[in-house]
């Protein structure tokens, strides 16, 4: 938990929060989170190995086009779901009191 509020504060020093954006403070959260905690679990790498191993042959530059959409969709997907939880763990959170 240590490690995981040094690289909070850390973040919030080098990229002040936009608070204009709801999401801003989740989305602060879940770039510290991803920092301290990489989701590279073998199952993914797995794929990715897989993924490369499908574009056997093919041009770099032209892999390039292929991973690189495909990293950002991977990313989004896994920001959207810790944003989700959060949101999920505060109204459960709520619901108890």
């Known amino acids: 938990m ?3 509020l040094t690289v909070l504060r ?3 020093h080098t990229h002040p929060p936009d608070l204009v954006d709801t999401d801003s403070v ?3 959260l879940y770039e510290a989170y991803s920092e301290i905690d990489p989701m590279e679990d073998d199952q993914i790498k797995a ?3 897989e993924l490369y191993q499908l574009m056997n042959g093919v041009p770099l530059e032209k892999m390039d086009e292929i991973i690189n959409p495909v990293c950002f969709l ?3 997907h896994e920001r959207s ?3 989700h939880g959060v949101q999920i ?3 459960l959170a709520e619901e108890l009191k």
Do not use: A, N
Request: charged content about 30%; hydrophobic content about 35%.
């Open 2 to 4: 240590k490690d995981y």
């Open 10 to 12: 850390d973040h919030i």
């Open 26 to 28: 989740l989305s602060l």
């Open 47 to 49: 794929g990715f190995h």
């Open 74 to 76: 991977c990313r989004e």
């Open 81 to 83: 779901g810790f944003v």
């Open 89 to 91: 763990g505060i109204r």
